[in-house]
């Protein structure tokens, strides 16, 4: 059973990447830095996290260009996978890109 419809949603901001980067850390054998995603984010890359009761469980960063959307990164906490959150969250990642008209 999916726990991502209990999670809050929103827009990624700048003190969101000290949490992001510890995830990442935790969750990949070569991981981005807190320095990767702070350029991302100055760049002005879409970003979303996922949160529960305030703790950063799931993200997910994409780059558009033109009508096209790249996901440059997704990731879910490991102590939150294997609840269909990372399905979730790409789901809603695409939404978000569909919904800005993004046509790939």
């Known amino acids: 059973m999916s726990q991502f419809s209990s999670l809050k949603l929103r827009a990624w901001n700048e003190d969101d990447i000290a ?51 790249h996901l440059l990164n997704i990731c879910t906490a490991p102590s939150w996978q294997g609840q269909g959150i990372g399905r979730g969250m790409l789901t809603w990642v695409m939404q978000q890109c569909t919904a800005r008209a993004m046509q790939r």
């Open 19 to 69: 949490a992001m980067a510890a995830i990442e850390q935790e969750a990949y054998p070569f991981p981005w830095s807190a320095g990767i995603m702070r350029d991302c984010f100055l760049a002005g890359h879409w970003g979303w996290t996922a949160k529960s009761r305030g703790e950063l469980v799931a993200y997910g960063v994409v780059q558009a260009v033109l009508d096209e959307a």
